[in-house]
């Protein structure tokens, strides 16, 4: 499941996305107009601003804009960056793997193979960009 954090990164990012004529963009804006708890939004937005997905402009105009074209970040990339693995289970992550404990036999676990499934047919709508919400 889609963490709230990783869920208010995302509506922060569409927000900043559509209204441009508002850059840089305060948190105390998005907070206010996306309903996400003010404090929650700065931990969040530090993260992004971290991971070089915002930058940040100080002072009464202050607020954040996108360090690099909106095209070019991924839903799944911020998903990473906020929960970590997409894959739900860490036997079938492309950038977290992990072999199972009590696996016996990885190419015959259907398990596995239902959740590989899942991955790769969630993976194209995830690689969307924000410009593509």
């Not at 996400?36 to 601003?49: D, R, S």
């Not at 070089?52 to 991924?74: H, L, Q």
Request: proline share 5%; net charge positive; aromatic share 8%.
């Amino acid at each position: 499941m889609l963490s709230r954090k990783a869920k208010y990164a995302l509506k922060a990012l569409v927000f900043i996305y559509e209204h441009p004529e508002m850059v840089p963009v305060s948190t105390k804006d998005i907070s206010e107009a996306e309903k996400i708890p003010y404090k929650f939004l700065e931990a969040i937005m530090n993260t992004l601003k971290q991971n070089r997905i915002v930058k940040s402009r100080r002072g009464p105009r202050g607020g954040y804009d996108f360090a690099r074209a909106p095209e070019e970040i991924t839903v799944a990339a911020v998903m990473r960056i906020i929960d970590g693995p997409i894959a739900l289970t860490t036997c079938t992550s492309e950038n977290f793997y992990e072999k199972c404990e009590e696996c016996i036999d990885e190419k015959t676990c259907k398990v596995r193979k239902m959740f590989v499934r899942l991955r790769t047919s969630m993976l194209p709508v995830l690689e969307r960009s924000i410009a593509e919400m």
